[in-house]
């Protein structure tokens, strides 16, 4: 996630603004919060990997909803009071009410999320860009995938088969999920439309935004 966040910051501070570079930024905040917990499994490190998950979450809603025309000062207020309150409530909870309130704050906003960005996509033309979508929509699932195959039924391994470390590949498929829709939403953001961006590919790899009048000096 850090590596992700550095490398986000670094292709598109120029190409597609602040905006996105923030959401990268807090992207790097969460992963030395999660090699915090999972090096201590200490509570107070816990919430530095959680609760930055949830400001995380209400950043990009706030960024959707502005590139989907709520322009309001409204919306941003009602999500800064959400993104407290879900803090607090995440923060100063133990034990199983802590897990059930940090998935549901967590989770309600991010699901939010994904609506705006499926409403991105139905507006996408360029077929690279919708190939983005699809990958970053790959990757989500088989996150997904393992997280909960890890989560339910980690009892196999009690049965000698062998452990692959799914958590771990829990978070290496959720970054390079995030990554891809990063990029496939920071090509379709208006200032990248209005301002001739197109995807390019570090290292004949990694998806980026760049911007064409940069490539060309």
Wanted: hydrophobic share 45%; with cysteine.
């Amino acid at each position: 996630m850090i590596v992700l966040g550095l490398l986000g910051v670094g292709f598109h501070h120029r190409s597609v603004g602040w905006r996105i570079s923030g959401a990268y930024l807090l992207i790097i905040v969460v992963g030395i919060g999660s090699v915090l917990f999972h090096a201590t499994l200490q509570f107070e490190h816990q919430m530095w990997d959680e609760v930055p998950m949830v400001w995380t979450a209400c950043y990009l809603l706030w960024i959707l909803l502005k590139e989907h025309g709520y322009e309001r000062h409204l919306y941003g207020i009602c999500i800064a009071c959400y993104c407290g309150l879900a803090t607090y409530v995440t923060s100063q909870s133990k034990g199983t009410t802590q897990f059930y309130m940090f998935q549901t704050s967590f989770g309600v906003v991010m699901w939010s999320c994904f609506w705006f960005v499926w409403k991105s996509y139905r507006q996408v033309q360029k077929s690279e860009v919708r190939r983005l979508f699809h990958t970053g929509t790959y990757y989500l699932i088989a996150a997904i995938g393992v997280w909960l195959f890890d989560s339910n039924l980690c009892f196999i391994y009690d049965y000698g088969v062998p452990n692959f470390q799914l958590h771990a590949w829990w978070h290496v498929l959720m970054s390079i999920s995030l990554h891809y829709f990063f990029v496939a939403c920071g090509h379709e953001t208006k200032q990248a439309r209005s301002e001739c961006r197109r995807i390019g590919y570090f290292m004949n790899i990694i998806p980026y935004v760049e911007s064409v009048e940069a490539k060309k000096s």
